[in-house]
């Protein structure tokens, strides 16, 4: 039970550490690439190869301005690919309408912009289908974080 975190620039780490971070806090194995889908093209495909053929599940892709890893790692793999849409040029405007737009058959899940932690999240209830304790710890999170936004709540608000 393996995930890729890719994304296209080492700029883009501040964003993409908290996918991994959501993928630790469940008990989940990763690896992350810093590889460009249009300044290293060839090694991209080299290891998305790599990857699965070494028994990686899912793919996380951060990108920002135009945008395209998370759609050319998609185009080829039938691993899931999760778009995390990188704020650039246009407050990530640009980032997420590229990745959410793919055409017909080569689908990329898209969460919000910046929003690396969900694709960490998503990533896990993907794996939660096959994998048992995955689904346990994600049952056992939400449980937590719910009893922890009652018990905020019942402190009080103030204004």
Known sequence: MKVAIIFGSKSDTEVMKNAAKALKELGIEYKAYVLSAHRVPER???????????????????AGLAAHLPGVIASQTVLPVIGVPIKGALEGMDSLLS??????????????????????????????VKYPEVRENLLAYRKNMKENFIKESDMGVEL
């Open 99 to 128: 990745i959410v737009q793919m055409p017909k058959a080569i689908p990329v899940a898209t969460v919000g912009i910046n929003n690396s932690y969900n694709a960490g999240m998503l990533a896990a209830q993907i794996l939660a």
């Open 44 to 62: 991209l495909s080299e290891v998305i190869v790599e990857l699965e053929n070494t028994g990686f599940e899912c793919i996380i892709a951060g």
